[in-house]
């Protein structure tokens, strides 16, 4: 499901050039869990983003569902996270003039979904968020914004589900709830998944860990199997 293999990035700063990525590789297998862990800079959300197409490497090949993502332009790039990704953040990312209904159905809209609105309504029911369909994200707890943002990732059924420290912004019980749901959803869904975190704990509940430091795999493990490292 993800190829990369000697992936290099290097981005322009203040200070000038800052090698991010430095001879990258990783493979993840479809319907594997992995969760991602390392110090602060040390390349996880880049690496996130080389393998949504939203950061171009310098070199190297990223390949993601079998293409090649330095083939695609940025019309096919936006085609293909509509089709194939879905990605959570940690600050949720939700549109703050757009209903919690409005906000799921919007990328299946834009993907051409006539059942975009009876979609996401069944979505946000498998979150328990039946009840908050005409709420505004403000008007939310920092949970429950988390949990529409999970439900508009898996809202198209995608192949590959990336979540980026998705219980970064929140208190730990809430972010108990919110990693039990997500891994719910990649079982019920079939999706791969890759986590990133801070947090061992939740990385071990992936099939396999994966170390970063300074740009590189420094070390991979296999998670200690349990309930939620069974594939999909």
Known sequence: ????????????????????????????AAGETVGVVGPSGSGKSTMVSVI???????????RVAGVDLAALDEDQLARFRREN???????????????????????LELDGRRDAFARAEAE????GLANR???????????EQQRVALARAV?????L?????????????????VIDLLFALQRQHGTTLVLITHDAAIAARCNRVVHLDDGQV?????????????LA
């Open 1 to 28: 499901m993800v190829l990369l293999e000697d992936v290099h990035l290097t981005l322009l700063s203040s200070a000038g050039a800052v090698n991010i990525l430095r001879g990258l590789n990783l493979k993840v």
């Open 52 to 62: 949504a197409g939203l950061e171009p490497a310098n070199s190297g090949v990223v």
């Open 85 to 107: 990704l879905g990605i959570v953040f940690q600050s949720f990312h939700l549109v703050p003039t757009m209903t919690v209904l409005e906000n799921v159905a919007l990328p």
């Open 124 to 127: 946000l029911a498998n979150v």
């Open 133 to 143: 369909l005409g709420h505004y994200p403000a008007e939310l707890s920092g949970g």
């Open 155 to 159: 809202a198209a059924e995608p192949r």
């Open 161 to 177: 589900l990336l979540a980026d420290e998705p219980t970064g912004n929140l208190d730990r019980e809430t972010g108990r709830q």
């Open 218 to 230: 420094s070390d991979a493990e296999p998670a200690p199997s349990g309930p939620e490292s069974q």
